[in-house]
């Protein structure tokens, strides 16, 4: 009798430990992936992680065909299509890697009960973290709330080496499923997905050639080029990890390895891996506070009295606040899928701290939008920028868009790419065009308010509005 492996947000092949587990167990494989938007409290994803899910299963359903299996696609609530599934296909156990947000556990847990209670054998996994979430341990034995000796203490814990998908593969018959272009999970009319097709190759070996690229080229420099939207220097791996393509163990290694052989810098490596952290410290908050995605870490900001603006709110989703680095990364985010890491901070403190807006509402953005909208990173990081957050940046810290831009994209090149109706203006003024001469201006063929609008809320005034209101929860922080 098969086994089945049920996979999730782990859609490769290798260093795969619910696959390795069900070929080790000899029994012939069933692979399945369900499309589960009905258990309760599931959050649907977003329109940009959709057409990365729909090209993710296209490419493991491809790999797993020339491998002489089948991936089979279900759709519906987990608790009903799994017992479906091993009915028809008559498996003896099933497999899955673990899930860590409060309503997957919850799915999870029941239906393991479940099938365990009919006299299944079922196994779960780690695939998705360096470190489970309950093994890295305050002294007083409770989670950590604080990076810092999160990431000291974790880092004291083996990671185990990852495994290969090596030898022979042997599946039973699948049972039938659905065709992934039923589920329709890429846009047709309006296409908006151009951009996303261009810029990335999803799956497994989309994320290994990425992951190599990034190890032989792009590693050397990452300390101080990280920062940079500019330059080449980050891994863009994040839609890869968020989808399980490559695990973190398999980016761990890579780098590592490339350290050890001092092909890359050892500070850069190790740059490299306190971020992989970040990654897991988030996991960590959303295990152990799995209300993180809808209430404030920090209850006491609970008394913070937002003043959303809809103009400003609007203006920011299109790309069109008046502040170029701010646009060029939502137009970034918008055509591609993906933002740089500096210039989320930078737009996501305009959007709460300038426009005064609840870190939900951009959080809501972000995960329609990102393809690597992550139920973890997505809203702990914008706890952090709010300050609401675990060992969040301090409240009082407002970023201002314009020195970011000259400080991080010296060159004006990340503005010119994204915001091209900018790009003739000289350096000097191409993150605050408002402050150029009239001639300087023409030259360039920029109007304000026509071409590219003025910004729509003054820095300083903001500033000033904002540490106001803050100050009135600051006896409470
Ligand atoms: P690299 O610099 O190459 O880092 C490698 C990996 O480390 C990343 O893929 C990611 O898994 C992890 N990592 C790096 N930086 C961070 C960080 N600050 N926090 C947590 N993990 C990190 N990341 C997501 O994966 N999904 C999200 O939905 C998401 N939303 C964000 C929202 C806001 C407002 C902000 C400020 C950050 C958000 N991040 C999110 C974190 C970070 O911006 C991205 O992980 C990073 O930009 C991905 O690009 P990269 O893979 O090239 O990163």
Do not use: C
Not at 180 to 200: I, Q, S, V
């Amino acid at each position: 009798r098969p086994a089945l492996v049920w996979l999730r947000d782990d859609l490769r092949l290798a260093d795969n430990p619910a696959v390795e587990a069900a070929r080790a167990s000899g029994r012939p494989l069933i692979l399945a992936y369900v499309l589960d938007e009905e258990s309760p409290n599931i959050r649907p994803l977003g329109g940009a992680a959709r057409w990365w899910l729909g090209r993710s299963l296209a490419a493991l359903g491809a790999e797993i065909r020339a491998l002489g299996g089948t991936l089979v696609l279900r759709r519906g609530a987990a608790a009903e299509v799994i017992p479906a599934l091993v009915e028809a296909s008559h498996a003896a156990a099933v497999f899955w890697n673990r899930r860590y947000g409060a309503p997957e556990i919850a799915v999870d847990g029941a239906l393991k009960a479940a099938l365990v209670g009919s006299g299944l054998l079922v196994g779960s996994f780690n695939a998705a973290l360096l470190h489970e979430p309950w093994t890295v341990k305050t002294q007083a034995g409770g989670p950590f709330r604080v990076f810092t000796p999160f990431y000291r203490s974790a880092r004291q814990q083996e990671v185990s080496p990852p495994q290969r998908a090596a030898g022979t593969w042997s599946f039973a018959e699948a049972p039938p499923g659905d065709r992934l272009d039923d589920w329709a999970l890429e846009p047709t009319r309006p296409d908006w997905a151009g951009g996303l097709r261009e810029n990335w190759t999803p799956g497994e070996r989309g994320a290994a050639a990425r992951l190599a690229t990034f190890v032989d080229e792009e590693l050397a420099g990452y300390t101080q080029g990280r920062d940079r939207p500019d330059l080449p220097h980050v891994s863009r791996l994040s839609p890869h990890l968020r989808f399980g393509e490559v695990s973190p163990r398999q980016v761990l290694a890579a780098v590592r390895h490339a350290a050890d052989a001092g092909t890359v810098p050892g500070r850069d490596a190790e740059k490299f891996v306190s971020e992989l952290y970040w990654r897991e410290f988030s996991y960590h908050l959303l295990f152990h506070f799995p209300d993180i995605g809808r209430q404030n870490f920090n209850a006491r900001f609970d008394a913070f009295e937002w003043q959303p603006d809809a103009t400003l709110e609007r203006a920011w989703r299109k790309g069109m606040t008046g502040y170029p680095l701010v646009d060029a990364g939502m137009r970034q985010l918008w055509q591609t899928g993906w933002m740089h890491n500096r210039v989320r901070m930078v737009a996501a403190s305009l959007l709460i701290k300038h426009g005064l807006t609840d870190w939900r509402q951009g959080e809501e953005w972000f995960w329609d939008t990102l393809v690597d909208a992550d139920p973890a990173n997505n809203p702990a990081s914008w706890q952090w920028v709010a300050g609401s957050g675990a060992d969040a940046a301090p409240y009082f810290r407002i970023f201002n868009p314009v020195s970011q831009g000259e400080k991080f994209d010296p060159n004006g090149a990340y503005v010119r790419r994204f915001v091209p109706e900018l790009a003739g203006l000289p350096d000097a003024f191409i993150h605050k065009p408002w402050q150029a001469p009239a001639d300087v201006l023409r030259r360039a063929g920029v109007v304000l308010g026509e071409t590219y609008p003025r910004p729509v809320v003054d820095h300083a005034a903001a500033r000033e509005r904002a540490l106001a209101r803050f100050a009135r929860i600051r006896g409470e922080l």
